[in-house]
């Protein structure tokens, strides 16, 4: 029977957030440690959801023959990448979710999906649907 390497780690933790792993642990009769690979694998598992979602949800919008379909499917295309908000672009990089070129870079080795120019079309009308009038930050 194959065992897996095990490696230690050492993190800091935020107050707040080493209580809740220390009410958890209480509660379900586990260790600290247990409970932290248990939250680190429910994390990691939903970081991959995530991803699986973003590209079906582009391959909807790719697919959508409606323009009204294609339209509601570009917004939500571009608050799954944007957030609730479009980022101004003054501040942008804290309201960016992920890159596109993020979400590509962790597909499978093995997937055909490709960065061509329908793609990036794609997504560039997806976030054209979306422009709401940029009010710039008031300079002193």
Request: glycine share 4%; hydrophobic share 40%; with cysteine.
């Amino acid at each position: 029977m194959a065992t897996r390497r095990q490696v230690r780690r050492s993190v800091t933790l935020p107050g707040a957030i080493a209580k809740q792993v220390d009410a958890i642990a209480t509660r379900r009769r586990l260790s600290d440690n247990r409970v932290l690979v248990e939250l680190i694998e429910l994390g990691i598992e939903a970081s991959a959801q995530k991803e699986n979602d973003f590209f079906e949800l582009v391959e909807r919008f790719r697919s959508a023959k409606d323009s009204a379909e294609s339209k509601r499917l570009g917004e939500e295309l571009a608050r799954f990448v944007f957030g609730d908000s479009m980022p101004n672009p003054i501040d942008h990089a804290s309201s960016l979710k992920r890159k596109i070129s993020e979400c590509l870079a962790r597909l499978p080795k093995d997937s055909d999906t490709v960065m061509d120019a329908g793609f990036a079309k794609d997504v560039e009308a997806a976030i054209e649907s979306h422009r709401e009038p940029l009010e710039p930050p008031a300079w002193d």
